[in-house]
Every structure is written in C-alpha cells, then in structure tokens.
C-alpha cells in the first residue's frame, strides 16, 4: 500500500507538501497541487478520516457546498440539512457557489483547510473530475440533487424523470395537443430526464412537445421565453407549457401577463419544485412538488453513517418521489 512517502517522491515534493494538499489546499500552489492529486490517484493512496487527526471531543461538522443560493430550491435543501444536523448535535458551515466551477474550487479548498468532516454538495456541473479528487484527500461526499444515477458515491435527489412524467400525463389528461417543454437542454441531468419524462407521456398520446431552450433557470430566461412566445400568433401558441422549475414558470407568468396572454385560458403553465411562493403566485402554479428539506436531511444521514462508520459504510443512494400539486394554472385547453 503507498504511503504518503512514495507520494512525495513520485511527486517531487515534500511529505509536508503532500500533507498540505490534504488537509490545507490553499497554503500550495495550484499546479503542484493538481500535481499531487494526480499522483494520489494513480498510486491509489487511500487517506482515512481517521488519519486526519480531528481533535478528541470536538464537535463534528459538515460542509454544505450549494450550487446558487439565489434559488429558493437550494435555500430549502439547505434548511433541511442544518435542521437535521442540528437534532444530532452536528454543526455545519455553508458556502454559496454562484453557479460558478472555479468560485466551486475555491471555496471546497477552504472547507478542506477548515476539516470539516464530510461535505454535502450540490455541484455547479455534477461531471466536473476535480471533483474526484475529493476522495484522494479522504474527504466523505454526498450528492445532492446534481448528480448522475451511476455514480458510485452516496447520493440523494428526486426522480425527476417520474416528475416529468405526471407533468405530461397531466396536461395529455386535460386535453392538451400542443405541447411544448421549457429548460436548459444538456447544461444538467435533471432537465435532460423531466424531458425526457414529460416526452414519454406525450408521445404516449401521440404528440411531439416542443423543446424550448433556456441559457439557465432563472426567472429571466421564462421571462424571455414567454416574450418569444408572444410574438406567435394565438393559434400558434403551444396550448400547454412545462417549465423545468418554478422560476422559468414564474417569469413566463409574468411576460404573458405582460403580453395578455391568459394563464390558464390560452397556455396552461406546470412548474418543477413547489417553492414557498408556487401557490400565492397572480395564477396559482400547478407544479411538481419535490421534498427540498427532505433532500437535506437525507444527505445529512447518509453523511454521518460514512464518516461514524468509515470502512464499514456502503453507498448510499437515496431516489425520492415528486408529487404533482394541481393548482390555476392548468386547465383544459380553450378554458
């Protein structure tokens, strides 16, 4: 088994080097330690969170590295996990991403430096490879939400082909022909499969929604969409729209309000998330509840076995079902 000796070696470093891209990432230079990290990896040096040294008696903490606070979905997903990290007696130090990989980076370094016992993430992009390198400093990591369903490392997030799916068969339900799928195609999973969930349900009624893309999931890319949308004519206006997430749905409600298009009258409207607001919205949204804070507590659970457990512990992965909330904002075509 390579020890942190045959580490520095192949590295060209010091042992305290190598020590330091473990436990105080920022005190080394980023191509040594990218360096190191690398030949980590290739020498399968397995650092245990035991040898990490935390203090007798201190108190555990968790890292919580969200994607972009700015969306009330990770605001409530971080609610969860402090509320139940709180009831175990765990404490938790939080870090806002802003959807951005290098400010990602940054701020996992400082969590590392800080020794915190394991981090939950909801990744800026859930392929990123340096994220890996976490395992190299032995460091226990949940996903959350952004993540592939064949990745190894414990995980929790809702099934979001499932929610696309009761979406569509929805709206199918309800009449609707016209059908069209708002959300930033290939930038996450999570909008590939309420795609492809939504599709499978229209294509079931023999019907072939339209792809409408988005740059991200904010409220002003449904604000563009819905402009875009109101420059057709009525009759060419898809009868039926689902956005990936309540913020798209929400801007698109504001551009056709804008516009005198009629929610539900002329365009059905669905979302993805049920945010606080979902329904005190001017037109009450119908959308697909995800279990935000129940996303956290889990992740908190599966954290806390790995790190109690260590060697012990077996991935975990945690697949929560949404629910389809019915509200104003669907009806059936022509209504």
Known sequence: MATIRDVAVRAGVSAGT???????????????RE????????????????????????????????????NPFFVDVALGAESEAKSLGVGV???HNGEDAAREQHNLDILVQQRVHGII???VHEDDP???????RGIPLVYVDRVSSTSPRCWVKTDDAAGGRIAGEHVVGLGHRRLAFAGSFGETTQTDHRFEGFERAA?????VPERIPTESWQIEDGRRVGALLAERPRAELPTAVMCVNDLIALGILL??????????GDVSVVGFDDLTWAGAAAVPLTTVRQPREE???????????????????????VLLEPELVVRSSTAPPGR
Do not use: C
């Open 295 to 317: 996303l956290g507590r889990e992740a908190v659970r599966l954290l806390l076995d790995e790190i109690d457990r260590g060697d012990e512990h077996r991935h975990g992965h």
């Open 203 to 207: 294509r079931a009624a023999g019907v």
């Open 93 to 95: 130090v939080m870090i």
């Open 121 to 123: 993430i909801t990744p």
């Open 130 to 136: 340096k994220l890996d390198k976490l395992d190299a």
């Open 18 to 32: 190598v020590s330091n891209v473990l436990n105080r990432p920022s005190y080394v230079a980023a191509e040594t």
């Open 255 to 264: 551009e056709f309000a804008r516009h005198g298009i009629s929610v539900p």
């Open 35 to 70: 360096r190191v990290l690398d030949v980590i990896a290739d020498l399968g040096f397995s650092p245990t969170q035991q040898a990490r040294r935390f203090r007798t008696g201190r108190q555990r903490t968790l890292g919580l590295a969200l994607a972009d606070l700015a």
